[in-house]
């Protein structure tokens, strides 16, 4: 069985930068749908981005202008370079893959990715 692990959190203060990578191992990322969640305490996990294996990328409302979903073929590395950061940006955030391409509101949806990340934390302080 493959794995993903993230790389690249930590505390940083607002209006700084983060770029968090996510290894494959096991998997083919091209042919992939690639995802980042986070999960902040007592919030549901939510989909920050994605990236399908035609190229198309998705940004959620709240990080669009700020945050930007990349993948390296030749590395196996999907990538979330995050810029602006905010307070509220402030969660655990994951890598995940599915093994097929997703719609885009299946892309939305955790239960739709069949492998995911150990989660890597991002704080962001004012």
């Known amino acids: 069985q493959g794995q993903l692990v993230e790389s690249g959190g930590g505390l940083v203060q607002a209006g700084g930068s983060l770029r968090l990578s996510c290894a494959a191992s096991?998997?083919?990322?091209?042919?992939?749908?690639m995802g980042w969640f986070r999960q902040a305490p007592g919030k549901e996990r939510e989909l920050v981005a994605a990236?399908?294996?035609?190229?198309?990328?998705y940004h959620a409302v709240s990080v669009k202008g700020r945050f930007t979903i990349s993948r390296d073929n030749a590395k196996n590395t999907v990538y979330l370079q995050m810029n602006s950061l905010k307070v509220e940006d402030t969660a655990v955030y994951y890598c995940a893959a599915a093994a097929r391409p997703l719609s885009s509101r299946s892309a939305t949806i955790p239960n739709s990715y069949d492998y995911w990340g150990q989660g890597t934390q991002v704080t962001v302080s004012s």
């Open positions: 096991g998997h083919t990322v091209s042919t992939y749908t």
């Open positions: 990236s399908w294996s035609s190229g198309v990328t």
